[in-house]
């Protein structure tokens, strides 16, 4: 899952300071999840904010929608008429959905309200860890489905650095080495054989274009997207 | 600070614990400041955090959430939930730049009627202090019928 957490208030009230009328957008999926852009953290939001430009004596309004996902056509669609109503949009998706709404409103403010912090897994209530780069060149399978690109600050692909002590990382003692970790699942499920395995270096050139994918079944029907 | 100030209060208490204090009170004719205005809810597991900025848009002064004493909530950890969400509308208040002193979270037992006074009087005499909610835009507009059970 997609994880975001809300910027410093401030910063969002600066941000719409200009504007009187304001959508506040939220998006039902990822960062509704992680308590961050959802139904409830819009409504919430959007309190502080008409609080506060009553107590600065501004006239705003600010009204709150939230769509299903801010990262698709047909949810952002929803929106249209409402987005029209508005002076700006405060979009409290992650920033593929600020994107995709901004695109959709070229002649709108459409402003941030998160932060994305990464792809993560949910540890506990509220609390979220971050696991996969999007790295476009899945590791999991050679490494015990431990990420080295995300939990060794060094991204070391084959191989500890040599620096750990006891198991955890020489940058942080908290923190578990982590081609310890990555040894102990192989050695537990026997496939130790897969540390002789080299990983290339990594063909960054694709990295450095933001990326596309279509599904083969719609290749057809989509060609001239490639 | 003016003299004709009178502070208004929002009380949301939980019908268990506190509204049975409360209930109390009045029979033991235990006298406290008239400034409250209770909301009884059937626990404070109930109140959200957009509840309690409500109250303040619509012009309380201060906000007091009242539920069963700690290990003694009817739902078991509603009132444990609910402290969790003050104190967080707490720091959403500071950020707008309130003062977060006009909410609080209380835990009043349904036998303690003189500790549900002391605590009204306690924030009535808090909000004198603090003065007039600069959110409260006139005795007519303050805490409209729709927003409150007076």
Redesign the interface.
């Given at each position: 899952m997609i994880v975001a957490e809300r910027k410093p208030?401030?910063e969002i009230?600066q941000a719409v300071s200009g504007y009187r009328r304001v959508l506040v957008v939220g998006c039902g999926t990822c960062v509704a999840v992680c308590l961050a852009g959802g139904e409830?953290e819009a409504?919430?939001l959007a309190?502080?904010l008409?609080?506060?430009g009553?107590?600065a004596g501004r006239d705003q309004r600010f009204a709150t929608a939230c769509v299903e996902r801010q990262c698709d056509r047909e949810f952002l669609a929803e929106l249209d008429a409402a987005a029209r109503e508005h002076d700006a949009l405060l979009s409290l998706a992650c920033g593929a959905g600020v994107q995709f709404l901004a695109e959709r409103h070229p002649s709108l403010p459409v402003l941030a309200g998160l932060n994305t912090t990464f792809i993560g897994v949910n540890q506990d209530v509220g609390v979220w860890d971050e696991r996969c780069r999007a790295c476009r060149d899945c590791l999991l399978s050679l490494t015990g489905g431990v990420c080295p690109l995300t939990m060794c600050p060094k991204g070391m692909v084959n191989g500890p650095c040599g620096g750990a002590v006891d198991g955890r990382c020489e940058t942080d003692p908290e923190r578990d080495c982590a081609w310890t970790v990555i040894h102990a699942r192989l050695s537990a499920s026997d496939r130790l054989a897969n540390l002789e395995a080299l990983v290339p270096p990594r063909d960054h050139s694709r990295a450095s274009l933001p990326g596309r994918q279509t599904h083969a079944a719609y290749l057809r029907r989509y060609s001239s997207h490639g | 600070m003016d003299a004709r100030y009178e502070p208004k209060i929002l009380a949301l208490i939980c019908t268990y614990c506190t509204y049975t204090a409360a209930d109390m009170a009045g029979s033991l004719r235990l006298q406290y400041p008239p400034n409250v205005r209770v909301v009884k809810l059937l626990c404070t597991g109930k109140v959200d955090?957009?509840h309690l900025?409500?109250a303040?848009?619509a012009g309380a002064d201060a906000v007091m959430v009242s539920g069963c004493e700690i290990g003694d909530c009817h739902f078991l950890e509603g009132n444990l939930r609910a402290k969790e969400r003050v104190a967080h509308a707490k720091e959403?208040?500071a950020?707008?730049?309130?003062e977060p002193e006009r909410l609080e979270m209380f835990h009043i037992g349904a036998s303690d009627a003189p500790q549900w006074a002391k605590a009204v009087e306690m924030m009535t005499r808090r909000a004198r202090e603090l003065g007039p909610s600069?959110?409260r835009k006139s005795e007519a507009a303050a805490m409209p019928a729709e927003g409150v059970a007076a």
């Open positions: 208030f401030a009230a409830k409504g919430i309190a502080q008409d609080l506060a009553q107590l | 955090v957009l900025l409500a303040f848009k959403l208040i950020e707008i730049g309130l600069p959110l």
